[in-house]
């Protein structure tokens, strides 16, 4: 029994003998989430090889049920708790040639898991998390959903991704937020089983091969906020024997005239750990420095800065961000579908290459203002360049190319009445490159939501 299965078990043990406690079940919460999901991506510029799981269309639909439960605490000086969730994801429509995973080589495809080179007709998984806290200090054990700057989970499909692993947060200290954690597992999001924890270049999902995975990321971090409009952040994360990562942020609010223009700086420190270091197996892919194929050791400094100003509805924004180094900027990728918490995880693409210049320039507005609450729309426009690539020699694939994506959306939520929380979201995404032996891509997803409290 490993330590997490042990801490989970005690935990649970001393919840049966004070679930009567006041507290664990007067404070208890339960709600099921449904999501009707539907994806349609269109790869354009040419045809796919024969090995290839970038088919002209993959398009796939699902229902999906999201159900969580968030328990109370017991009483004491020492207080327990549990939570757990269950997913359920079936599937409506997905044909062999549209379902992604056209050569049954993948994880999965777009949606669903594979049975070969077919969608599976449904999929589930089962968490629960222990807990425990004294005083402000919260210990949880089990499935996780971090959301952090150096590891963020992932709820682009029909159902969200999630971690096995323990994490601590403390707010002891006034203005003060620490956390740190260990993470073994994640479950991808197309996904009902747990598995080891990697990056791209490693996974196995570009070149077929099984690829190499660790069960070890340990992260902490901290949150001061120094005044009631600024925030500073430091936050650690170690995936063993593939990268180490320093992040510093700088988050500031300032009233100007009727608005609030917010100001969002980030910094990535990431450098190679372990085997990355030497051993190809464990190489990140979007090394540019002239070894085969491009893959090499992890080396990326990434600069950004968002503004956003926000009046009377419309909130108008502009950023700029550059990946410094011979590598890609790393993140936790088991390809199977992840993020990242820089300024340009965007619907499609990233925009995180090694010597990438992006800037961005975005606008939404939320109609409550003019009498409509619950309706919101935006549009977002990324242009990168300086990308340089090689091939499969080491020799110069790409100088100097360039990469730009466009996403709009739309969404409504109803406020009240017998619908209130039914959600509808139209998002719609078009990338263009240049860069060699890539398919530019347009993609639609729709998706209708409701939520339902059951406690």
Do not use: C
């Not at 589930?124 to 989970?153: C, D, F, H, M, W």
């Not at 078009?430 to 530019?440: E, M, N, Q, V, Y």
């Amino acid at each position: 029994m490993n330590k997490s299965t042990l801490a989970l078990a005690v935990a649970v043990g001393v919840l049966a003998q004070q679930a009567s406690a006041a507290g664990f079940i007067e404070d208890s919460k339960a709600t099921l989430g449904l999501r009707n999901f539907y994806i349609n991506t269109d790869n354009r510029d040419g045809q796919p090889s024969a090995t290839s799981n970038t088919r002209n269309k993959n398009a796939e639909w699902g229902q999906g049920f999201d159900l969580r439960f968030i328990s109370g605490y017991t009483q004491g000086t020492v207080q327990f708790g549990v939570d757990a969730i269950g997913l359920y994801g079936v599937r409506l429509d997905s044909s062999r040639a549209e379902h992604g995973n056209y050569t049954g080589t993948a994880s999965g495809g777009t949606v669903f898991p594979s049975d070969g080179n077919e969608a599976v007709n449904d999929f589930a998984s089962l968490g629960v998390t222990g807990k425990a806290r004294i005083s402000q200090t919260e210990l949880k054990i089990g499935t996780l959903q971090p959301n952090n700057p150096v590891i963020k989970y992932n709820d682009g499909r029909l159902l969200p991704q999630t971690f096995q692993g323990g994490a601590i947060t403390s707010n002891e200290i006034k203005d003060l937020t620490l956390t740190a954690g260990q993470i073994e597992h994640a479950k991808g999001r197309n996904s009902s089983n747990n598995e080891g924890l990697s990056i791209a270049g490693a996974n196995g999902s570009s070149n077929y091969d099984a690829g190499e995975f660790v069960n070890k990321f340990y992260y902490g971090g901290a949150d001061y906020k120094i005044t009631k409009d600024l925030t500073a952040s430091y936050y650690y994360g170690n995936l063993e024997d593939f990268y180490k990562q320093h992040f510093l942020g700088l988050v500031h609010n300032w009233a100007i005239g009727p608005g609030v223009l917010k100001s969002d700086f980030r910094y990535f420190h990431s450098s190679d750990d372990g085997a990355n270091g030497s051993d190809p197996l464990y190489y990140s892919s979007g090394n540019y420095s002239g070894v085969a194929n491009g893959k090499g050791k992890v080396d990326n400094n990434l600069y950004s800065g968002l503004f956003l100003y926000s009046v009377a509805g419309h909130t108008f924004g502009g950023g700029y961000q550059v990946s410094n180094g011979s590598s890609d900027f790393p993140w936790l990728n088991q390809g199977d579908g992840s993020s990242n918490y820089t300024i340009t995880d965007s619907q499609i693409q990233k925009f995180s290459r090694a010597g990438e210049r992006t800037w961005q320039a975005r606008y939404s507005y939320d109609f409550a203002t003019v009498g409509v609450p619950g309706l919101t729309a935006g549009v977002v426009y990324l242009h990168g360049d300086n990308i340089d690539t090689v091939n499969a020699r080491g020799g110069e694939a790409a100088n100097g190319a360039t990469e730009w994506e466009r996403d709009l959306s739309v969404g409504y939520v109803v406020q009240s009445g017998a619908l209130k929380n039914l959600g509808v979201a139209w998002k719609n995404a078009t990338w263009r490159t240049d860069l060699p032996s890539t398919r530019s891509q347009d993609e639609n997803r729709l998706i209708v939501s409701y939520s339902i409290p059951l406690l």
